[in-house]
């Protein structure tokens, strides 16, 4: 009787162990990929593991369920999406440790080679945990030509959060934004060798209420890139260098209408890059650029520290006569620049290239100074087809109008907004020509 007894009582307790075990994992919120059977020695592929996890977390339904990817861990993926939508309103990815790309290409063997990593309708994702994504960009480099692969890709998502995170060495654009909104970008590195082909930072297109800050950006293209469909956009306290510089565009190619408004870029630096505030469009396009702010921008040996370009033309394309003046072009208008200072590596620090038939309009310019890297040298601006106002602007710009400085009213200072993408403030045209943000 009492070993019946025994077995009984042994057999309850291993029910209640059962069921404690079945209750937790069904109320877990966080699903580690270890878990999931990911190795994390950067040579196994661990991309299933990843997916089966994303998988669990997306059917949660608890707050804010997290994907777990741990510390002192290096885990490679081939290309894979992460796609949603998920059952909670804010899912967290959670990346402590290392994930790398294949070091061939390989790997992309019958898919896309455009994309490596991919956040597919997801809304209220937050990732961040101090982690690297590396992208192994010098296999793309130095092997293939045409479409390489971007690195992070987050398309059609909403109040999304980025941060924390290490990103290195993508085949093309590190990060790439499109049809998202309410999303802040913020404590983020970028690095990329100077030389590396089309490594742009941060690309967005089609997106709207977006933050950037507090972010370190070096690379071998634009540190931020604003294509067709960008509007309401915050850049403060970016360091940009090396790279092409902060870029609106380019738009406008082979007779496209696009368009950019609403852009702040505020507390800025540019170090070493080859551009610092670029606006770049093609001839034969249509559409606008208009009511963008720039204040409190810094440059250190910067080849063109401002450039408006109504003539670009992508290297490796040749500009034939007949694309020259063409009667339409992207309108750029309400364009303000405001406390700018530092050195420029070439001779020509103030570059204003704009269409006959266009032209650029309301381009205002206050307190600006900029003399060269080399000390003692010349400089100079280039200036055609554009309008506007210039006070206390060094070197001059000839084509602009001079005001005095009693027509131009003291600045309130620019307002950052907090990491909450919902905060982006906007842009009156109005304000813009009187120098306020």
Known sequence: MQSLFTILFVFWVASCCSFRKILTATNTTTFNVIDYGAVGDGLTDDSQAFLKAWKDMCEATQSTPTLEVPLEK?????????????NSPTIHFQLEGNVVAPKNTDAWEGQSKDKWIVFINTDGLIIDGGGQIDGQGSVWWDACKGKLDIALSLHNCSNLQLSGLHHLNSGRNHISLSDCTN????????????????????????????????SNIGTGDDCIAMNDGTSYINITGVSCGPGHGISVGSLGEDGAEETVEQVIVHDCSF???????????????????????????????????????Q???????????????????????????????????SETAITLNCSMEIGCNDIIM???????????????????????KVTSVLPSVSCLDVSGSAEVPSSPPVEVPSVTPLEVPSISPSDENEFYF
Request: with cysteine; proline share 4%; aromatic share 8%.
């Open 74 to 86: 290096t885990f490679m993926l081939k290309p894979l999406s992460f796609n949603g939508p998920c």
């Open 183 to 214: 999303t802040s970008i913020s404590s983020i590195s970028i690095v990329a060798p100077e030389d590396s082909p089309n490594t742009d930072g941060i690309d967005i297109c089609r997106s709207t209420n977006i933050l950037i800050q507090d």
């Open 271 to 309: 170090s070493g890059t080859q551009n610092g505030l670029r606006i770049k469009t093609w001839q034969g396009g249509s559409g606008y650029v208009r009511n963008i702010s720039y204040d409190q921008i810094t440059f250190a040996n910067t080849y063109n520290p401002i450039i408006i370009d």
């Open 311 to 345: 003539f670009y033309v992508d290297r490796g394309r040749q500009l034939y006569v007949d694309e020259g003046n063409q009667a339409s072009a992207v309108e750029i208008s309400n364009i303000t620049y405001r406390d700018v200072n530092g050195t420029s590596a």
């Open 366 to 388: 206050h307190t600006i100074n900029i003399i060269s890297s080399t000390p003692g040298a010349y400089i100079n601006t280039s200036c055609n087809n554009a309008h506007g």
